[in-house]
Nanobody, 124 residues
């Protein structure tokens, strides 16, 4: 069993930056792909980014491509999401997830463990 704890969310103006962190407790995640998803009010959960178990392969959602970067630090047992050039439409609760596979995926069904989420609010 692994627990994922996100942090780093907050309120920022459009054009600003934030870095989200997700730390794992209970077991190491160095053999698992990790992902970030988000959900805005009234909308379905959306894939944001994913990274393979060794950090060598990344996937990024079309809505955030070129602005968001996901990376991992297996020594810290953590993953991060660097968000730049934020837009009001990026406002959502952001969730970290751990996969049962080593390969990164945009499919939420690949992920067994989820954090509680952290709120990101971008004002215009």
């Amino acid at each position: 069993q692994v627990q994922l704890v996100e942090s780093g969310g907050g309120s920022v103006q459009a054009g600003g930056s934030l870095r989200l962190s997700c730390k794992a407790f209970g077991r190491t995640i160095d053999d698992a792909a990790m992902g970030w998803f988000r959900q805005a009010p009234g909308k379905e959960r959306e894939f944001v980014a994913a990274v393979s178990w060794n950090g060598r392969s990344n996937n990024t959602g079309d809505a955030v491509k070129g602005r968001f970067t996901m990376y991992r630090d297996n020594f810290e047992n953590a993953v991060y999401l660097q968000m730049r050039s934020l837009k009001p439409e990026d406002t959502a609760v952001y969730y970290c997830a751990a996969s049962r596979f080593r390969a990164s995926s945009f499919n939420s069904g690949s992920y067994d463990y989820w954090g509680q989420g952290t709120q990101v609010t971008v004002s215009s």
